[in-house]
C-alpha cells in the first residue's frame, strides 16, 4: 500500500482564512518531502519541500510543518485565495533513490 | 512547464493494441519519469529514467515499456491496451543541480481504452 496519505480528500475554505493540509507518513527513512499543487487540467506543480532535519519551512504564503514523533506533514496557506483551488499532494522520497511516492490528494474548494 | 510536451493530449483507443506516448523535453535534463493519475491514487510511478537507455521500473510498470533513445524523448509503450490502462498519464523531468527534490510535469495525456 501506499506510505503516503492524506487526512481527508476534500477541504472547503473561505477567500481569506487561512487552509491546513495534512499527510501522514509510514516511511521513517523519507529525507524529503513534498508538497504539489495540482489545477484542473494541468500537471501538478511544485510549491515547497523541506528536508527530514527540519521542522519548519516557509515560502510565500505558505508554510510546511513536519513532525517526524508522529509522521505528519501539514502545508499551512496563509489568506486562501480563489486561486488556491486545486488538489494538493504530499509525497516522500528516501534517501538516494531517484522516486517519489505521492498520496492521494486533497481536493482544496475555496469559497468566495 | 519547464519545456516540456506530450503527445498525444487525448487519444482513444481499443483493448489490444499498442499505444505509445511520447514525452518532450527541450532543457537536456538527464531524469524523467512516467507517472499515471487515478482517482483515489494519485499519481503512481510506471518506469523512470537517469539518462539515455537508463530506465528503470517504477510501482506499476506490468504492462508498460518505455525508451529513451536520446535525452529530449522518453517514449512509453503499453504494450497491448486494457481497459485498466485508461488514466491520466504524466511525464515529468528532475532538473540537476539542484538541492531540493523538485519535479516538473508535463500537461498530461488522457488515455481511454475502450
Known amino acids: 500500500g501506499e506510505s503516503v496519505g492524506l487526512h481527508l480528500p476534500t477541504l472547503s475554505v473561505q477567500e481569506g482564512d487561512n487552509s491546513i493540509i495534512n499527510c501522514a507518513y509510514s516511511?521513517?527513512?523519507?529525507?524529503?518531502f513534498i508538497w504539489y499543487k495540482q489545477e484542473s487540467g494541468k500537471g501538478p506543480q511544485f510549491i515547497i519541500d523541506?528536508?527530514?532535519?527540519?521542522d519548519k519551512r516557509q515560502g510565500q504564503r505558505v508554510t510546511v510543518l513536519l513532525n517526524k514523533t508522529v509522521k505528519h506533514l501539514s502545508l499551512q496557506i496563509a489568506a486562501t485565495q480563489p486561486g488556491d483551488s486545486a488538489v494538493y499532494f504530499c509525497?516522500?522520497?528516501?534517501?538516494?533513490?531517484?522516486?517519489?511516492?505521492f498520496g492521494a490528494g486533497t481536493t482544496v474548494t475555496v469559497r468566495a | 512547464d519547464a519545456g516540456i510536451t506530450q503527445s498525444p493530449r487525448h487519444k482513444v483507443t481499443e483493448t489490444g493494441t499498442p499505444v505509445t506516448l511520447r514525452c518532450h523535453q527541450t532543457?537536456?535534463?538527464?531524469?524523467m519519469y512516467w507517472y499515471r493519475q487515478d482517482p483515489g491514487h494519485g499519481l503512481r510511478l510506471i518506469h523512470y529514467?537517469?539518462?539515455?537507455?537508463?530506465?528503470d521500473k517504477g510501482e506499476v510498470s506490468d504492462g508498460y515499456s518505455v525508451s529513451r533513445s536520446k535525452t529530449e524523448d522518453f517514449l512509453l509503450t503499453l504494450e497491448s491496451a486494457t481497459s485498466s490502462q485508461t488514466s491520466v498519464y504524466f511525464c515529468?523531468?528532475?532538473?540537476?543541480?539542484?538541492?531540493?527534490?523538485?519535479?516538473?510535469f508535463g500537461p498530461g495525456t488522457r488515455l481511454t481504452v475502450t
Open positions: 516511511n521513517s527513512a523519507s529525507d524529503y
Open positions: 523541506i528536508r527530514s532535519n527540519m
Open positions: 515529468a523531468i528532475r532538473p540537476q543541480g539542484r538541492l531540493t527534490y523538485e519535479q516538473y
Open positions: 529514467s537517469y539518462g539515455v537507455k537508463d530506465t
Open positions: 532543457e537536456n535534463h538527464r531524469y
Open positions: 509525497a516522500e522520497k528516501e534517501g538516494n533513490d531517484y522516486k517519489l511516492s
